[in-house]
């Protein structure tokens, strides 16, 4: 009888993870994933980008299965097509919280993420996307980003750092919003309570996994709640000094293929 798999759920984090700087997954990356899939075990992206924007990359895959979108604001069917679960935030909340945060740093431009399978990101005058490859929408004014429901709202200043930003944003925003710094350039608001570990717990429980066999991969303070999860954390070289400061272990960058290296290791 074969022995039971050490980890059952592979979770990865895109951006600054999985994801070489060009968007572009190497294909030692590949086969390290193919390995996990003959393995019996099972990968899930977990990012923060909407499931609209995370299509093409599920697709380039081949992931039919789930995927956690938006933070952990969104739970999708890559083989349906279809959102399993989805929260939003509540517009007038985000627009209270984005007045408490100016209320401290002076202006800020902000962009949102619109829920759904074809939500749009909308962009403010001012706004600047830290991923230029991902599309979005600009808008005359910052009224116009409130349209439709929303699963979050990114921020931008235009002098402050974004730990600086986010740690402002945490001592105002309260209980109205959860705030994360998600990579460079990108401090977001989410509805409260929701972070990348409740959207994984929710796709786990759906899948029939648990926490103790999941081994999570990331590279940014937005991960740490999904390292508290799961049973083991590995946090990336070029990963955000909070996160390798949880880390049960620190591998190569994301240019230097440091997921397959592990896997590699795990799985071969």
């Known amino acids: ?45 977990v990012t923060g980008r909407p499931a609209p924007r995370v299509r093409p990359l599920l697709e380039d895959l081949g992931c039919t299965g789930l995927a956690v979108c938006g933070q952990g604001a969104q739970v999708y069917d890559a083989g349906a097509g279809r959102l399993l679960w989805s929260v939003t ?44 490859t991902l599309p979005a929408v600009r808008v005359g004014r910052r009224d116009d980003l409130w349209g439709e429901p929303i699963s979050k709202v990114l921020l931008r200043h235009p002098e402050l750092s974004d730990d600086e930003l986010a740690a402002t944003a945490r001592a105002v925003v309260g209980s109205l919003a959860t705030v994360t710094m998600s990579g460079p350039g990108t401090v977001e608001l989410q509805p409260c309570g929701v972070t990348k570990a409740t959207g994984l717990a929710r796709a786990a429980d759906h899948l029939g996994l648990s926490a103790g066999r999941a081994l999570a991969f990331g590279d ?43 896997l590699e290791r795990l799985f071969g």
Do not use: C
């Not at 039971?4 to 951006?15: N, S």
């Open 89 to 132: 935030l509540d517009r007038e909340l985000a627009e209270t919280a984005l007045g408490k945060i100016e209320a401290e740093v002076g202006e800020v431009y902000a962009a949102v993420d619109q829920d759904g399978v074809d939500g749009l990101t909308l962009i403010e005058p001012g706004y600047r996307m830290p991923h230029p």
């Open 220 to 262: 940014m303070p937005n991960d740490i709640p999904m390292f508290a999860w799961a049973a083991r954390g590995v946090a990336m070289a070029n990963a955000h000094p909070e996160l390798k400061a949880v880390a049960d272990e620190v591998t190569l960058s994301n240019e230097d293929d440091g997921i397959a290296v592990v």
């Open 1 to 45: 009888m074969a022995a039971p798999l050490a980890y059952a759920l592979i979770a990865t984090d895109l951006d600054g993870t999985l994801l070489r700087g060009d968007d572009t997954l190497s294909d030692r990356s590949r086969a390290a994933l193919a390995r996990v899939a003959d393995a019996g075990a099972l990968h899930l992206v």
